[in-house]
């Protein structure tokens, strides 16, 4: 029962959502997750997932600052567009 998709998008099928754009600091907890579901979501369809992990960053230190701020909504409004 810890396997449900409910729990967590790992235990889903990847063609059920839309495509995404994960975003992971390097020393996030979450970084094997996000990189799990990303080859998932990629092996469906290489264009529903783009995984961007920030070196040396954990999950806090990814949204602090303008500059930073500035890279991920480029990097959002990229994806969203298909380029």
């Given at each position: 029962m810890l396997q449900?998709?409910?729990?967590?998008?790992l235990?889903?099928?990847?063609?059920?959502?839309?495509?995404?754009?994960?975003?992971?600091?390097?020393?996030?907890?979450?970084?094997?997750?996000?990189?799990?579901y990303a080859a998932q979501a990629h092996a469906c369809s290489p264009k529903s997932a783009e995984l961007l992990t920030y070196p040396g960053m954990n999950h806090y230190t990814i949204l602090r600052g303008k500059t930073q701020l500035?890279?991920?909504?480029?990097?959002?409004?990229?994806?969203?567009?298909?380029?």
């Open positions: 449900h998709p409910l729990l967590s998008p235990f889903a099928d990847p063609r059920q959502f839309p495509p995404v754009q994960i975003h992971v600091g390097e020393s996030d907890v979450l970084a094997d997750d996000a990189a799990d500035d890279k991920m909504y480029s990097s959002m409004r990229r994806f969203i567009a298909g380029k």
